[in-house]
């Protein structure tokens, strides 16, 4: 049973942004054409091993407390994996060669922070019954972590905790000068409404949610824990029995049968049909249960894995062994860093969620906040017909547009084909426009649309060269990349992926 990376709810917000019916229309030679994307089935090659950072063993007092925790008292079973650095990134490095399908790291459900539906308040001396049954999960989670840590050497978990990093590096605990570095309006407005929120939730706690005479945590403890929850946790489908409660169930229910046949009390038949009858309902019930509820699991060790588009590793629930566990998906070689994958994520996703964003992302997209405006600056627009954009079902359909690397959505290309039209096409209504147009109206689409990503791009602040070039500028003293602080470094990364977007859009366009 897979289990998926939960930096963000799955089929919804920035990551998986569900896209129009897709048709690629092919430029005609020597012009430039508007696209619409079709679908992909798009994988990044492996990156080479010596294209990537040397791998720097962890060895520090806290890492060695915790891989002995891992060994003993947790049964955490690895092979083949050790915790590393790779150019300051925590990661699993491969500390021997790695065959494919070879089990890499197991960690039993005890030894995980595990949320099951309906739980009962595991830490009521942290928090309140009544704020843990109305809380978030992911504001449950971390009352857990907070619980586990304030335990001290108490908690079961205590060396894992004591080796969290301090700052998860994720754009939630900017401040507004280091969100502006990002040059995108939309991730800088969901950021700023993940803070609003997690400071509501945090008041909510304090105000309303700690025990009599309980000490509330600190307000970075708290956006700590909840980082720490967002960039670590994977969801599933909940298994609400293991094996082990199943066949004390099944023996349970054999021992009945058995004696109420010994003793007479009932027929042999209908007493083994009653048996059965039992055990299947159980079966039944659990499936249709895993079907409509979930999970939700932080695993030590599994949570060094970093993530990476071209593998196809994830974390999967061992029903038989009632733990988590990841397989390699392909061969690894000794120092070679050790991916696993999140899932099918942009680089909106994986900045907001774990602070870093991915080279030449597969699912990359670039959302255009308003593009409206740029149509409208192009080519100016009547009012009538703004209106009539306004009034249809297309309403929404040029604010917040997801732009893929293959180039715009159907419903977009249908907007702008209306806005651009004489008034005589327009009058056969916007229906009439979801189809391609003739040559040289399609002719007309791309040249706007090709400048208005050109806009886009030159109102970010600096161009792709000069953000490639910060990033190239060499390494400075102090955690600082060509002079640019870890913050400001993961900021010009995260946007020169967003231009490749736009530049790609272009390159596909002809333009």
């Not at 930096?7 to 508007?34: C, E, F, M, Q, T």
């Not at 980082?227 to 409660?245: I, K």
């Amino acid at each position: 049973m897979h289990l998926q990376q939960l930096g963000h709810p799955p089929r919804a917000g920035l990551a998986n942004v569900s896209a129009d019916r897709r048709v690629l229309i092919a430029p005609r030679a020597g012009s430039v054409a508007p696209t619409e994307p079709a679908p992909q089935q798009q994988r990044q090659q492996p990156q080479q091993q010596s294209q990537q950072p040397p791998a720097v063993i962890l060895d520090d007092s806290r890492t060695q407390a915790f891989m002995s925790w891992a060994r003993g008292p947790a049964s955490i079973r690895f092979s083949g994996v050790r915790p590393s650095t790779f150019a300051g990134v925590r990661g699993l490095a491969a500390s021997s060669d790695i065959a494919t399908d070879s089990l890499m790291v197991e960690v039993p459900r005890r030894s995980a922070v595990v949320l099951a539906p309906k739980q009962r308040n595991p830490c009521p001396d942290m928090v309140t019954d009544d704020w843990w049954k109305s809380a978030p999960w992911f504001a449950k989670m971390a009352a857990m972590l907070m619980w586990h840590k304030r335990r001290g050497s108490q908690s079961s978990l205590a060396p894992w905790v004591a080796q969290l990093p301090a700052d998860t590096g994720v754009p939630v605990r900017w401040n507004e000068q280091q969100l502006a570095a990002l040059q995108y309006p939309h991730l800088i407005s969901q950021v700023t409404e993940q803070q609003r929120e997690w400071q509501q939730l945090y008041d909510d706690l304090v105000s309303k949610g700690m025990p009599s005479g309980a000490q509330p945590p600190a307000r970075e403890d708290f956006i700590w824990a909840m980082s720490c929850v967002r960039s670590r946790t994977f969801s599933g489908p909940y298994v609400g029995s293991t094996l082990q409660d199943r066949l004390r169930t099944a023996g349970l229910v054999a021992v009945l049968a058995l004696g109420n046949t010994v003793l007479g009390l009932a027929d042999p038949q209908k007493t083994l049909s009653a048996a059965i009858a039992v055990l299947l309902f159980n079966v039944l019930y659990e499936v249709i249960l895993s079907r409509s509820l979930k999970q939700y699991a932080i695993c030590p060790l599994i949570d060094f894995f970093n993530h990476s588009s071209a593998v196809q590793s994830e974390v999967s629930y061992n029903y038989f062994g009632d733990s988590y566990s990841v397989v390699a998906s392909r061969e690894f070689t000794k120092g070679e860093q050790v991916f696993i994958s999140y899932g099918p994520q942009s680089n909106d996703s994986l900045m907001q969620y774990y602070g870093f964003a991915e080279a030449n992302n597969p699912q990359d997209v670039y959302v255009m906040t308003d593009m409206l405006r740029w149509v409208t600056a192009v080519r100016p627009v009547g009012q009538a017909r703004l209106d009539a954009l306004k009034a249809s079902a297309l309403a929404g359909s040029l604010h917040q547009v997801v732009i893929q690397r293959a180039g715009f959505s159907a419903g977009a290309l249908q907007a702008v084909r209306f806005l651009l039209a004489s008034d005589m096409e327009a009058a056969a209504g916007i229906s009439s426009f979801a189809k391609a147009g003739s040559p040289n109206q399609e002719a007309q689409l791309a040249l706007v649309l090709a400048e208005v990503v050109r806009r886009e791009l030159g109102n970010l602040g600096s161009s792709l060269q000069e953000d490639v070039a910060l990033l190239n500028g060499g390494s400075g003293g102090g955690g600082r990349k060509g002079g640019l602080s870890t913050v400001e470094a993961a900021a010009v990364a995260f946007r020169v992926e967003k231009k490749r977007v736009l530049m790609a859009v272009l390159e596909g366009m002809g333009a």
